[in-house]
């Protein structure tokens, strides 16, 4: 058995994230009432698995050297297929939802791989297609789910926790798996640190890169399931700007946008920094609109004391 | 007085232009510089020896204003000086050139020389005409084959370092400091520099000369000066010492290149590479690599050495030509199968193709050879530990453990790490590209060593190289190598140093070099 102290070093260092997200707890608990409650710590759990789900995903894509814009589309379709098909039968609505999600983020893998344009410029006309795909096959509708299955399970529990929350969570714990003890995760941190010196490793770029993206689409997918189950419905517009957040999530969490850097330990604290910042000025009756100043200052100071901190001060000394 | 001649290198008579007084310099944890003095003269090259960690580049730092040392004076022009920082040594007169070159490759020659500079006249409009003007002064000075709107990606590495010099020309230098100049030029380029170098001189310039090479140092340097682990060991007139004086002061014992111990038993063919082109990079190389051989292949860079490796290894689609590899025609289509069927290529550039360098030390070991301590997918740290610590000791990697991110290490270190990767990897051929560039002698010839226990031990072996010292150290038979073509073959024992020259030069062409 792994020592608990072995298992969360991972890669990188305890992401000055965490410190953050413990400060924003304690901060939370003394200046609201209701924040600190099972019920509501769960509640926040929920509310972040949908974007949590896709930065698992979107961490290693940027791990790898790479981006990927088109989630937030991905998500939207996922949604819209899973409840729109649910008229011929539910499980294939399901999997025809997830297969899409895999299936476009192979295509986005595929392109950046063969012809090598940058995955900002290809995920981006994918996000712009996809989204129209959404409109085509919806015709600007929105989907009510009339499977009761369907709609109830995003609501579900087992025990007081919600199912959402457990999803979540334990797939942050594969993935952190997956990033420090095999050789993908290996691989895609030596592609985003050095692409050339891997192929010289006789590592095999393209694969660990499609990989990826697939991965990134998957959690999209699942997300976009998860949505709709808990919404009951799918709008033809669910999920924009989701990248943006998802992205921010990551950085926040330590991961290099130009790769290489990165953990799954620093994502979670990311997506829960955000979460409980958006839950707990809600408690406190912040107008929604300040929620997203202070969100996008706090983005910025955090890279600021992340580069304050990790000033190459060690460079220095050579052995 | 005009180009001196490399015999008559008498020390300068003259009062210093710039002094070092008891320089220290301490980072948290170590000493970096103890007590170390330092001048330089006004028209002379002072050269600045020492092993990697010594300590040089530290002194040179502190010189230029980077780091403020603890203690110790610097005097120039009878002035005692506290650089606060670069701009500050670079206006008062004290200009790095620096080793890796800090150029936009987007912009003119002229542009890149007064980057950050520019003339300008009202309304702060840039000065065109000025900045042609001042530009060809420099250019003159310097006598190089380009004009000022070239745009400097398309000049050579040799021509971008011309203008890197140019630049630190525009300041009106006392005093130029050179950081292994030579190290990404060919044999071929090297005297451009020294004519630019001498003549710097001539117009009174000091000049603090920072290299590995010993023959470059003799040839250029009136006085030479060495550091070994932060201290100052002494200086000498370049006239009144030899080599081994030299490298005793750097390392503490002297250091001759053995080729008494190559390796001398050989198998069957490893590697034979048959009539193999690429279009318009070479054509037509045949040779062949034995088991327990080790073949250098020497040529100027730029002559398609490289290039061949790469080919081999199935980074590069062959035009025509086949590559058989232990009795069986390969042909690789890329790295990965050229790894999985035992090739191993040590590249050129160990920062840029080598490395991973932010990660640690054992993770950059296992990389080549992931599958050799995972099952399933999943890594094993144990198994994973184990090789790193096997190849730790046994080539005396000097690191405070294997979680130091290799980007830390030395040249010499970092290479190691490199070979152990690859030697993880059970490897049937071994092409090694420029082992020992950058690295600092007893690193060098510790990596020589392993490179003939190696190959007597069972493993063919490819070094290319561009020192000569190096290919005739190391190899039991030499092919050289000029404009993509193999132009001779030779029996590594038995080779003139003329005859290699001329291979490499194009045959009827005479050298020019001492």
């Known amino acids: 058995m792994t020592s608990m102290k072995g298992f969360f070093r991972g890669r990188a260092k305890i992401q000055p994230i965490w410190v953050f997200v413990i400060a924003l707890f304690i901060f939370f608990s003394v200046m609201s009432e209701y924040f600190l409650s099972f019920g509501n710590i769960s509640n926040i759990l929920v509310q972040t698995s949908t974007i949590g789900l896709i930065a698992l995903g979107m961490t290693f894509v940027m791990i790898n050297g790479n981006i990927d814009l088109s989630v937030g589309a991905i998500l939207g379709l996922s949604a819209s297929l899973a409840v729109g098909l649910q008229a011929i039968s539910m499980t294939l609505a399901i999997l025809a939802a997830l297969v899409s999600g895999i299936l476009l983020g192979a295509l986005n893998g595929f392109v950046v791989w063969k012809t090598g344009v940058n995955a900002f410029i290809v995920t981006l006309g994918a996000m712009l297609g996809v989204r129209g795909l959404i409109f085509l096959y919806t015709g600007e509708q929105s989907f009510f789910a009339m499977n009761f299955a369907f709609a109830d399970f995003g609501t579900s529990t087992i025990g007081p926790v919600p199912v959402l929350a457990i999803i979540f969570l334990i797939c942050a714990l594969i993935m952190h798996l997956v990033l420090t003890r095999t050789s993908h995760g290996r691989n895609t941190f030596a592609v985003g640190g050095n692409p050339e010196a891997s192929i010289d490793a006789g590592i095999r770029l393209g694969r660990h890169m499609m990989i990826n993206f697939i991965i990134v689409g998957f959690f999209a997918a699942l997300a976009g399931v998860l949505l709709a189950s808990q919404m009951g419905a799918a709008t033809p517009n669910l999920g924009r700007d989701y990248e943006l957040w998802v992205i921010t999530a990551v950085v926040l969490g330590g991961t290099k946008l130009t790769g290489g850097y990165g953990s799954i330990v620093g994502t979670l604290g990311g997506v829960l920094a955000i979460g409980i910042l958006r839950n707990g000025m809600n408690l406190m009756q912040v107008p929604a609109f300040y929620v997203l100043v202070i969100l996008g200052a706090i983005l910025i100071s955090v890279l600021i004391i992340d580069k304050k901190l990790n000033a190459p001060s060690a460079k220095e000394v050579r052995i | ?514």
């Open chain 2, 1 to 514: 007085m005009n180009a001196s001649s490399p015999q008559s290198r008498q020390p300068i008579d003259a009062a210093p232009i710039l002094e070092l007084k008891g320089i220290t310099k301490r980072f948290p944890g170590v000493v970096a510089l103890n007590n170390v003095d330092f001048d330089v003269r006004p028209g002379e090259v002072h050269a600045l020896l020492g092993e990697n960690g010594a300590g040089k580049s530290t002194l040179m730092k502190v010189l230029a204003g980077k780091h403020q040392a603890n203690e110790g004076k610097i005097i120039l022009g009878g002035q005692e000086m506290a650089f606060e920082n670069p701009k500050h040594a670079k206006r008062a007169g004290v200009v790095l050139i620096h080793q890796e070159q800090s150029l936009v490759s987007e912009m003119t020659v002229a542009e890149n020389i007064f980057l950050g500079s520019l003339p300008r006249k009202s309304f702060n409009r840039v000065d065109w005409r000025k900045l042609r003007e001042d530009t060809n002064k420099i250019l003159e000075r310097l006598k190089c084959g380009f004009q000022h709107d070239d745009l400097v990606g398309s000049l050579s590495i040799a021509k971008k370092q011309m203008v890197e010099i140019g630049r630190a020309l525009a300041f009106t230098p006392q005093v130029v400091v050179f950081d292994e100049p030579t190290a990404s030029l060919t044999d071929h380029e090297k005297p451009v520099l020294y004519d630019v170098i001498n003549s710097l001189c001539e117009q009174g310039v000091g000049i603090v000369y920072i290299s590995h090479r010993m023959d470059e140092i003799f040839h250029l340097s009136h006085r030479i000066s060495v550091l070994r682990d932060g201290e100052y060991t002494g200086t000498v007139n370049t006239a009144d010492t030899n080599e081994d004086e030299i490298t005793r002061m750097m390392i503490g014992r002297s250091l001759t290149l053995d080729h008494a111990s190559k390796p001398t038993d050989f198998g069957d063919n490893m590697l034979e590479v048959r009539h193999l082109s690429v279009k318009r990079v070479f054509e037509d190389v045949s040779f062949n690599v034995r088991k327990g051989e080790i073949v250098g292949m020497y040529g100027l860079v730029g002559a398609g050495r490289s290039e061949v490796a790469e080919t081999i290894f199935g980074l590069r689609k062959p035009s025509a030509g086949d590559v058989v590899l232990d009795g069986e025609v390969v042909n690789f289509r890329n790295s990965h199968d050229a790894v999985m069927s035992g090739v191993a290529l040590v590249p050129e550039d160990r920062k840029d193709q080598g490395l991973i360098l932010g990660m640690n030390c054992r993770d950059n070991m296992t990389l080549a050879s992931l599958s050799s301590v995972s099952s399933l997918g999943f890594m094993t740290s144990a198994k994973e530990r184990e090789v790193y610590d096997k190849y730790h000791q046994a080539m005396k990697i000097k690191t405070p453990s294997w979680r130091q991110k290799v980007g830390n290490l030395s040249g010499g270190n970092q290479q190691k790490i490199v070979i152990g990767k690859w030697l993880h990897t059970q490897p049937k051929l071994l092409i090694l590209d420029e082992p020992t560039r950058g690295i600092d002698v007893g690193s060098k010839s510790e990596i020589h060593t392993l490179v003939k226990d190696l190959a007597k031990s069972g493993y063919a072996v490819l070094v290319i190289s561009s020192e000569m010292p190096e290919v005739l150290g190391l190899s039991n038979r030499i092919i050289a190598m000029y404009d993509g073509r193999v132009t001779a073959e030779f029996d590594g024992d038995n080779v003139s140093e003329d005859a290699l020259v001329q291979a490499i030069t194009g045959m009827g062409k005479q050298a020019q070099a001492s």
